[in-house]
């Protein structure tokens, strides 16, 4: 989920939660969050927090294997929809980077494509090592961003889109770093897995015109270029020839 700090206006808000919802349905997409429970190592009874809960699915369904979770985070309208959906559980406000949280009370953190939205990963890591107890597990999952694979007639002009956007992100390359983040802090039992994302359903099409129209307005292609780009995105769509690839970078780690 996003830890974007933008929570001005409920409308995008609403559009984007009924992305995420989307995405959360499609294939593969349970099974994906099933691993991360599984990589937290969850025992009946544990504090786990989820860091950029959203909605609050995740949550839910770590409540349901048993944890005592608690979903962080900074967008006031995510928080309120992830009470309406799940008022029995916790829900409060927090970035990655601050956590109104107490040191060492945690067995469990996970970031659910949290971390690209992050100025400063180093500062995060380095809140999820202080919140979370010796032996305490943690759990990144996220997209690179500069690894968006799309097929088109036009191959340049799709990697310009997609270095375009990716240029918008505040830490692209967050999810190839993850790694590296956890040794530098000291985890320890770091381990990196990929799970590619294949995604042929024309449902994916307003990500695919988010894309374009958001480079449009930036000036990296001209609208003229973006239109026609999405254009052919459309007629894939509308024939049952629409590809996106997403490689998800899923890394664990124990806090010594």
């Not at 889109?161 to 390359?173: E, F, I, K, N």
Request: aromatic letters at 6%; one cysteine or more; hydrophobic letters at 45%.
């Amino acid at each position: 989920m996003s830890m974007s700090t933008n929570t001005s206006e409920a409308d995008p808000i609403a559009s984007l939660i009924s992305i995420l919802d989307a995405v959360d349905a499609l294939p593969g997409a349970a099974e994906l969050r099933r691993r991360t429970y599984e990589l937290l190592h969850p025992r009946p009874g544990a504090r786990f927090v989820d860091v950029g809960c959203g909605a609050g699915r995740a949550v839910a369904e770590l409540t349901d294997l048993g944890v005592r979770c608690i979903g962080l985070d900074p967008s006031d309208a995510m928080l309120a929809a992830a009470r309406r959906r799940w008022p029995e559980l916790e829900f409060d406000q927090g970035t990655a980077e601050a956590l109104p949280l107490p040191d060492g009370a945690f067995a469990g953190y996970r970031a659910d494509k949290v971390f690209h939205e992050v100025v400063e990963p180093q500062r995060a890591i380095r809140e999820a090592w202080r919140v979370l107890a010796p032996g305490g597990r943690i759990v990144l999952l996220g997209q690179d961003w500069e690894t968006f694979v799309i097929d088109s007639a036009d191959p340049v002009l799709t990697r310009t889109l997609v270095q375009a956007r990716a240029d918008t992100v505040p830490s692209p390359r967050a999810a190839r770093g993850y790694r590296n983040l956890l040794l530098d802090q000291g985890f320890t039992e770091v381990n990196v897995e990929v799970h590619t994302a294949v995604l042929t359903d024309a449902a994916m099409l307003p990500i695919v015109a988010g894309l374009a129209h958001s480079d449009a307005a930036s000036g990296a292609v001209s609208a003229d270029q973006a239109e026609v780009w999405l254009e052919e995105q459309q007629r894939r769509a509308n024939d049952g020839r629409m590809f996106l690839a997403v490689p998800m970078f899923l890394a664990s780690a124990t806090r010594p």
